[in-house]
């Protein structure tokens, strides 16, 4: 399945039949969620807006800048917005999304951004779009004002088709239906491919080497830019003192050059890194050169490599490479769905392929890269697999199968007898003596019981720590030795001065030491503020009087 049938199928709630020509209903729980959780820019984002995410792109010096399209196929922007990068018509900050109109409804199919941040889009309709910085005409509009909402780039684009773009840190390339490749703005070292390191102000076709032949795939690095023919072959422009052209030589390079030691090996794909390149070949194979002093070509050493390095895998086929102007990380994936990475990860030189837990090559810039961006646009999965973890998700609460129903406060929960028992020891016992389809449950809100169960489902909470008392004490109750952990650390998270002396009592009454020790501690730090809480006001007179002597003994009244 395309993206673009995902959209339309989630946005009517029908998916078409091309064999039978009708519309059929389907669940909308059955749509594919997208995970964006790795990335701290979308935490504060509520859960039932998570759900609606479908592609989404985070960019900006600190990955500070978010980008993402939701199901009804709507366009929102969060972060600095530096540059007015976010296309909200203005410069100002939002720590909320904020939806970019203009976008709405394009179905976006490529998404690439620059370090000013300059971003640029393509659309199912083969438009393209750009907005941010523009101090070197990266835009394509003509000019070098910087775009504040997103505007179509037209100019020697009629009647093209685009399908995809990518950005290097001021330039940038698109790629037609047609193989041709179109650049433009900062090219001061040839990475326009113009013959000239003169800026250009609009897209201007790359021919020279290229003329008549039909391009398959593009790339750019921070002042270069990189082409895959449909037979192969690959070509390399722009800046090159770190040998990233893989042409065996360290000169810049205005024109486009084919990488002739790659001459007899078919390359499918071509990633770039700030100043390193990675391709993959037919037969699954990874060469890598340029720049090296973080090991990003994954050689075992830290020399700089001008022609083009077969990586010792050691490992089965690889089908995808990966890598992003911003950083010095490389990553792959295996046929059998394994990730590897090298490099620079999270301030470490890692010199060779690692092997990681990972199941995506997206969750290794989310976790190791510098700055935790994506490399690419994040899309759902278009082949509806789920692993076991995100069907079990999928499934919580979900009256269609489940066999059995809390009722708490007067509303239902709807789980799974299986699952409950498996999960949870006293689940097991009570579920062995009854059959009942409905059990009631008076003794906690529904608000704490349902994120019980779903941490059953999850292995994660999401409550606020006032509320995570109230699961402190169910899993206490329950002995859920893992959940108490977790709702120390939620409560941990979430202290504050007004909320202090509320969780520190807490922490006494459910025996929680080690949440008991870090609020008291925190108390003292901050004892003038929490001393006229209301909170403090009404403490308990034997929690008081014993506060007071261990903060004595702290030492917190000494002048």
């Not at 809390?406 to 003596?433: P, T, W």
Request: glycine share 8%; aromatic share 10%.
């Amino acid at each position: 399945m395309h993206v673009t049938d995902l959209f339309i199928s989630c946005k009517f709630g029908k998916k078409y039949d091309l064999a039978t020509g009708i519309y059929l209903s389907i669940p909308f729980r059955n749509v594919l969620m997208l995970d964006v959780g790795k990335w701290p820019v979308f935490a504060l984002l509520p859960p039932e807006e998570l759900r609606l995410i479908r592609q989404a792109c985070v960019f900006g010096s600190a990955a500070n800048e978010a980008i993402y399209v939701t199901v009804s196929d709507e366009v929102f922007a969060l972060g600095t917005n530096c540059s007015g990068c976010l296309g909200l018509g203005d410069t100002q900050s939002t720590i909320e999304p904020r939806r970019i109109d203009i976008l709405c409804g394009k179905k976006i199919v490529s998404l690439s951004y620059g370090t000013g941040p300059h971003v640029v889009i393509a659309t199912a309709d083969g438009e393209v779009y750009s907005w941010g910085h523009n101090g070197y005409s990266q835009l394509g509009n003509g000019t070098t004002n910087h775009g504040l909402t997103p505007a179509l780039v037209s100019t020697s684009l009629i009647g093209k088709r685009v399908t995809e773009v990518a950005c290097g840190s001021h330039h940038t390339i698109a790629l037609t239906t047609e193989g041709e490749v179109y650049a433009w703005g900062y090219n001061n070292s040839g990475q326009v491919g113009s013959g000239s390191t003169a800026n250009q102000p609009t897209p201007r076709r790359v021919s020279s080497c290229l003329q008549n032949k039909v391009v398959v795939n593009i790339a750019c690095g921070q002042l270069c830019s990189m082409a895959v023919l449909d037979n192969g072959e690959t070509y390399g422009w722009g800046y090159n003192c770190n040998g990233q052209l893989g042409l065996g030589n360290n000169g810049n390079q205005q024109t486009p050059c084919r990488i002739a030691a790659l001459q007899g090996i078919n390359i499918v794909q071509v990633a770039c890194g700030y100043a390193h390149t990675l391709a993959l070949t037919d037969e699954g194979f990874i060469y890598s050169w340029g720049a090296n002093s973080y090991g990003q070509l994954g050689t075992g050493n830290k020399s700089n490599q001008a022609v083009p390095t077969l990586i010792n895998m050691e490992k089965e086929r690889m089908v995808e490479v990966a890598a992003c102007h911003t950083s010095h990380t490389s990553v792959a994936k295996t046929q059998s769905g394994q990730v590897l990475m090298w490099g620079q990860c999270r301030g470490q030189v890692v010199a060779y392929p690692h092997l990681t837990h990972f199941t995506s090559t997206d969750d290794v810039f989310a976790c190791f890269a510098t700055p935790a961006v994506t490399w690419h646009l994040l899309s759902v999965d278009g082949d509806d697999y789920l692993t076991v973890a995100q069907s079990l998700k999928r499934e919580f609460d979900s009256p269609e199968i489940s066999d059995l129903k809390f009722l708490v406060d007067g509303k239902c929960i709807h789980v799974h007898k299986a699952l409950l028992k498996i999960r949870c020891e006293h689940f097991r016992a009570l579920l062995n003596e009854t059959d009942e389809e409905t059990i009631e449950i008076h003794q906690f809100s529904y608000l704490v019981y349902r994120a019980f169960l779903e941490y059953l489902y999850t292995d994660t909470i999401n409550l606020p720590p006032e509320d995570a008392i109230g699961l402190l004490d169910l899993s206490t109750y329950y002995r859920e030795s893992r959940l108490k952990r977790l709702c120390q650390e939620t409560i941990k998270r979430g202290i504050t001065e007004e909320n202090a002396i509320t969780l520190l009592s807490a922490a006494v009454k459910y025996e929680a030491r080690d949440l008991e020790e870090f609020c008291f501690k925190f108390c003292v730090n901050h004892l003038t503020a929490v001393t006229q809480t209301q909170a403090f006001a009404d403490m308990d007179h034997d929690l008081l009087k014993n506060f007071i002597s261990k903060a004595s003994r702290y030492g917190a009244f000494k002048n």
